[in-house]
Each structure stands twice: as C-alpha cells, then as structure tokens.
C-alpha cells in the first residue's frame, strides 16, 4: 500500500462514521498530513452541517497551523464547488494554502462533477485523482446511483430456510436469529425508507424500525395496487431519500426483481428445513457476490448490482 493509499484508506474509515446521518449527502472524509503525520481529520457528520473538510481543518492545532502550506489533504470525495447549505470547500482549501490535494473520486453530481477539481488545479494545488476510487465509489454508491438513475439505491432482503422457503406452509416462521435479527435492524439504520408489501402489512403488521440497533427508523411505505413502485420512487424522489430497503414477501420483492429495480440483494440462509411453504424469489443472473458471512448458522450473503463496483 502507498503513502497515498494509506491516508485515503483513513479518509473512507472517517468517512463511515457518517454512515446513518449524512443523507442525502455523500459520506466524505478527509485528512490533513504534513511533515508525515495526520494533523488534522475529520468527517461529514450530518446533511446541513460541516463537510468533512471544514471538520479537518477545525481539528487542527493551533501549533501545527503554519504547517499547511506544506501539507497534503487527503479526501474521499471531490471537494464541493457550489455554494450550497455551506460555503464551497475547495475555496476553503485555496484560501488555507493546502500545497496537494489527493482526491479518492469525481462528484457526479451535476453541481460539482469535476468544478471542485478544477478550481483547485487553476489555483496552482497539485491534485491527484483516483487514489482508491473503486472503494471511495463504492461507499458512496447509494448517492451515486440516486442521482445516475433518478431513484433510489435499492436493497433487497430476505431470509429463506436451507430449502429455500420463505415462511412454513404458508405462514410466518421465525428464520433469523436474535443476532442475526439485530443486524437486520442495523440494515435498516442505513436505509432511509424501507417497503413491505400490502398482504406482508396486512398479516404481520411488522414495525420495521431498528428497536435493536441504534439510529434513526427509515420511513416506512406499503406497495399496493393504489401504490405501485413509480409512485414509490417519486416520493422517495421528492423526500430526497437516498436508499430504500425493500423486505416484502415474494411478490414485492419479485416485482422489483422482474422490473430490474435493484441494486444490491441480502440472503439469509438458515439452517433449517421446512419442507414446504412460499418459495424464496429466484436470484437473478449475473449479479456479484461481494459478501459472505456466518452467525448462529446462519449464512449471509450480499449480491451487487451497482455497475461501478
């Protein structure tokens, strides 16, 4: 690993601290390093307030101030160049006499897409582009794909027994564990909406908060006749919600797989066998697996759609 991939390996740590607040905006950290060590980082704690870049350069010590024309600030996203809930960044960068920038990957939104570099590079900063940006995208993929696609990033989960049912003849069956449960819950911290579908409602009435995990609960939708999944996304659209969990049965999860709606898929398999019961949807081709793990038995699997992975 390069000195440069150290210092944005760090960046995308600091940046996942902001996992279940910053939307709608990006996770984004950055890192401030002269004389080789960190004098300053920081994080985009929540949509509205600092970005990143203004947290590093507040943590700064005084003592270290006149370090900056010699330093290096390291960011996971391109630096802003509108003016927005906040004043642009990469003047803040220029006006404190940063001498490199290292940018881990391009905005695309259309606000930015490459400005912010630019403005950097005419103020006379030497800026490195693309320095991890295959994780720096990554990260940020529920952002990028609301913006590319006019929709949110969308997660389907199910739970499925080892014979590939959804429930027991029919009727709800408890697949998961209580651990298992619990990172169900953390999944839906990081969604912003989450989606049942109307007999799923109608059946179990589940809350579908995170009563398990810390955070704040996604707003809830149930799919209907009345409420299909164009409505769905335009609201989600106008709320500016940036992901959306669908956790149906087989229908709704089924009807967002034949419309091609997706972007990721979680299974849990569990050990279990019930012979019989509403089969699990079938996984659609040509998806990655970038994710396999184990608890109580338990297999959980992650499938990715997200083109720029």
């Known amino acids: 690993m390069t000195e440069d991939e150290k210092f944005m390996a760090r960046c995308l740590q600091l940046a996942r601290c902001g996992v279940a607040s910053a939307s709608p ?23 509205g307030e600092a970005h990143a870049e203004v947290n590093a350069f507040c943590s700064v010590r005084e003592a270290d101030e006149s370090l900056l024309p010699s330093a290096t600030m390291y960011v996971s996203l391109e630096p802003c160049s509108h003016f927005g809930k906040t004043p642009p960044c990469a003047d803040l ?8 920038v290292v940018v881990g990957c391009t905005d695309t939104f259309s606000k930015v897409n490459g ?29 990028f794909t ?13 739970a499925q027994t080892a ?3 959804l429930d027991k003849g029919g009727q709800s069956y408890a697949i998961s564990s209580p651990f298992t449960q619990m990172l169900v819950h ?64 087989r229908a709704t999860l089924q ?12 299974i849990e398999t569990a050990p279990m066998e019930v012979s019989c019961g509403t089969p699990a949807p079938q996984l659609p081709e040509g998806l990655r697996l970038v994710s396999t793990e184990t608890f109580d038995n338990r297999k959980i699997e992650v499938f990715s759609a997200f083109e720029a992975c």
């Open 186 to 249: 953390r999944l839906r911290a990081e969604h912003d909406a989450i989606v049942v579908g109307r007999v799923t409602e109608e059946r179990e009435h589940p809350r579908l908060d995170v009563r398990h995990w810390a955070g704040k609960s996604p707003h809830k939708y149930v799919l209907s006749s009345d409420f299909t999944i164009d409505s769905l996304f335009a609201d989600c659209r106008e709320r500016q919600y940036l992901s959306l969990m669908v956790e149906g049965g």
């Open 163 to 165: 014979d590939g049912f």
């Open 115 to 143: 400005e912010g570099i630019r403005r950097l590079s005419d103020a006379g900063i030497d800026v490195s582009v693309g320095v991890l940006e295959s994780e720096c995208r990554w990260i940020n993929r529920k952002f």
């Open 93 to 100: 960068i220029i006006r404190k006499g940063i001498r490199r």
């Open 255 to 266: 009807s967002f797989i034949d419309c091609n709606l997706f972007d990721e898929i979680r």
């Open 146 to 158: 609301f913006h590319a696609k006019n929709r949110p990033f969308v997660t389907l989960k199910w």
């Open 25 to 47: 905006n990006p996770m984004v950290g950055a890192v401030i390093v002269a004389a080789d060590r960190i004098i300053g980082e920081g994080f985009h704690r929540r949509a």
